[in-house]
């Protein structure tokens, strides 16, 4: 969820004014914590059961073989290496193609190495499109094939997804180069007697040599060696469609090439031809390797034929799940020639484009947008940025007048959408967002808007069937909504179960403050955290120094606390009161000129969104609230907003537990001081962790 707000609601006030009877369907067992048994091989049997809806005998550990081949053996480790220095090789055609702009005073048309480049720049595009497309979840979460996410490990492994296409290019610049390859000038535009070779080429040569090739692939050494790193990635992504061993690259490459260079070698060959038939390659593969349906069965039953003149991404995917079939590169007229194709492909096809694969989501977070740039920050954007905590990249900025309008256009057509997703022990969790950016609940005009959308997407969740929703950062403002009080006043009878989450980060917070400390200083005294954390320290008689300047608040807050305890409830109204206290807790925002007043030695316990600048070289800061996900936790490859991989904002967290333990609740308003206790245990019994 990645550039969305999802931590802590900053201390300013605003201006007046799935379910559980999907576990045992089947596919739900896939969600189950295995203990004792190989993760991979359960993982292999519930996806037969997912895909093919019959059980399949365990198989290999698939990323085990690529690992082991690659270390042991080394072979398959040692040419991957290679790509890295493939970058390097660039200078030369770079060089050539700056240099025929130069002769030519313009764009270098008649440049080879001007084509390639170009070609290099746009099939990249095509392979970012479909990859935003098939993780566009608002659009296609219904007709997605395998239901499992994408992890941080394949995430890592298909880095360099695109030293394919680099390879390709300097390829054909090795080609371009020879003498007997004609120059850019010397060819016709368009010829369609060079489609008319490249088609019938494709057919009878490049079909079935790749069919065979990629069989043979998935034989003996061959699969161990090279294939099985391709097959280590669990759920296809148009990027892995790129991913492989070099050896896996050339076999693409000829099947790619050939049609090309026997309409070259006919002298039929055109510019457009060049261009058409890569791009339409690419545009197949990356369609067969989306995970998402994009063909209707209603087309294959009014001509049966095309079955076998077309993939789909569930053919394609059976073939990753069980890798004796559905070999073809686009055509599965070869597989049923060759008696290869899985009996379930058109079967599941039509069950997955019915949305029959979907399920309701048992818990959902529903976060909203920080800012414009960090906007770009999610999943289906950039798989680069939203894998790794949020940071400014100078990549991005181009696309900020994108991001801009994208913002805008949001004001008047939106509603709440699906982010990203992950499982936990049979849970399915989704990230929701409002479409709408922080600076926007500052607006008074806004506000009803902003509530509205809130409140439609809890009547959503709980139609669906959802079984707890969590309120993230200004989602929850107290000046909003009382903390999420409005809409349950509203909606008595809500089956959804509504959560700020709050409790837990109260109870991340206090449980950082070291256990021999006797005095703290508390900014932000009077908010929500601010409140609750006071009160529990005073309680285990540890002087709190509230900052606030009203009486009328803090005497408020002192009565609720016991009589014998209400003495450690201190009021001040000026930051040189904490000139002695090494602990802060900030729930405020401190100005560099506030910060001064602490001693040296302070460290500065933070609940306050956006963080203080570091100022201090002599006192140590701490993060905003936080709780790691646990171990277990599975289909998770996107960071919440700053945090580091697994981490999420303890509100997040805090709706986590309140799903796990199966609480009836709803956790809105106030905070309960009674329950900061139970809900920290509750979180470390389940495996969530301070990070």
Not at 561 to 589: I, M, N, R
Not at 607 to 614: H, Q, S, T, Y
Request: with cysteine; net charge positive.
């Amino acid at each position: 969820m990645l550039g969305l707000a999802s931590g802590l609601a900053p201390d300013t006030r605003l201006p007046s004014d799935p379910s559980d009877k999907d576990v045992g369907k089947p596919g739900a067992e896939a969600l189950s914590v295995v203990v004792g048994e190989d993760w991979e091989t359960e993982r292999s049997m519930v996806m037969a059961r997912r895909l093919g809806r019959t059980e399949a005998l365990p198989r290999p550990d698939l990323r085990k073989e690529a690992a082991i081949s690659a270390e042991n053996k080394g072979s398959a480790g040692i040419e991957s290496a290679m790509w890295h220095q493939m970058y390097l090789l660039y200078g030369p055609l770079v060089w050539k193609a700056v240099q025929a702009w130069r002769e030519q005073g313009g764009v270098p048309t008649g440049s080879w190495c001007f084509h390639l480049l170009l070609l290099l720049a746009l099939r990249s595009l095509i392979f970012q499109l479909w990859f935003s497309y098939g993780n566009m979840l608002f659009f296609t979460r219904r007709r997605r094939v395998v239901r499992d996410g994408v992890d941080f490990q394949q995430i890592d492994a298909e880095w360099d997804w695109d030293n394919l296409v680099i390879m390709q290019t300097l390829l054909g610049a090795m080609v371009t180069s020879s003498a007997l390859f004609p120059a850019v000038g010397d060819l016709r535009v368009w010829d369609l007697r060079g489609w008319a070779v490249a088609l019938l080429l494709h057919v009878a040569v490049s079909e079935p040599a790749f069919r065979w090739a990629h069989k043979a692939l998935h034989r003996g050494p061959l699969f161990s060696e090279y294939h099985s790193k391709h097959h280590s990635s669990p759920v296809t992504q148009p990027l892995t469609a790129a991913y492989g061993t070099p050896l896996e690259s050339l076999v693409l490459t000829l099947a790619m090439g050939a049609p090309i260079a026997g309409a070259f070698l006919a002298g039929a060959g055109s510019v457009s031809l060049v261009y058409g038939h890569i791009f339409v390659f690419d545009y197949l593969r990356c369609m067969g390797y989306s995970n998402v349906e994009v063909i209707s069965h209603k087309t294959f039953q009014a001509f049966p034929f095309l079955r076998y003149l077309i993939y789909t991404p569930t053919y394609l995917s059976l073939h990753h799940q069980d890798k004796d079939c559905n070999f073809c590169l686009f055509m599965p007229l070869f597989d049923a020639l060759g008696g290869t194709v899985h009996p379930k492909s058109w079967e599941l096809q039509k069950e997955v484009d019915q949305g029959k694969n979907d399920r309701v989501p048992d818990f959902v977070f529903l976060a909203h947008v920080v800012d414009v740039v960090s906007s770009m920050h999610v999943p289906f954007a950039f798989r680069a940025c939203s894998s790794l905590p949020w940071a400014t990249h100078l990549v991005l900025l181009p696309l900020w007048p994108i991001a801009f309008c994208i913002m805008v256009l949001q004001v008047f057509c939106s509603k709440t959408f699906t982010v990203s997703f992950y499982y936990l022990r049979g849970r399915f969790h989704q990230t929701w967002t409002i479409p709408r950016y922080s600076f926007q609940y500052f607006i008074p005009p806004m506000k009803k808007g902003i509530n509205h959308q809130i409140e439609l997407a809890i009547l959503r969740a709980d139609k669906m069937g959802v079984k707890v929703l969590s309120l993230a950062a200004l989602n929850k403002n107290e000046a909003l909504n009382g903390g999420g009080t409005l809409f349950v006043s509203k909606h008595p009878n809500l089956r959804v179960r509504v959560v700020h989450g709050n409790t837990l980060t109260a109870a991340v917070i206090l449980n950082e403050i070291p256990s021999n400390v006797k005095e703290v200083f508390l900014t932000g005294a009077t908010s929500k955290l601010g409140r609750a954390i006071a009160l529990y320290l005073c309680r285990k008689r540890i002087r709190v120094l509230m900052l606030t300047l009203s009486s009328e608040r803090f005497l408020k807050i002192q009565r609720e606390a016991p009589a014998e305890f209400q003495q450690y409830l201190v009021q001040v109204t000026k930051y040189h009161a904490a000139k002695t206290c090494k602990t802060w807790l900030v729930g405020k925002w401190l100005s560099p000129r506030e910060q001064r007043w602490a001693p040296p030695g302070t460290h500065f316990h933070q609940f306050v969104v956006p963080p203080v600048i570091e100022f201090r070289r002599d006192c140590t800061y701490g993060k905003l609230a936080a709780m790691r996900l646990p171990k277990d936790v599975q289909g998770l490859g996107s960071c919440e907003y700053t945090m580091e991989r697994g981490v999420v904002h303890a509100c997040h967290a805090g709706g986590v537990v309140h799903c796990l333990e199966g609480w009836e609740h709803h956790e809105v308003g106030a905070i309960d001081v009674d329950r900061i206790d139970v809900v920290w245990k509750a979180a470390l019994k389940h495996g969530l962790s301070p990070p």
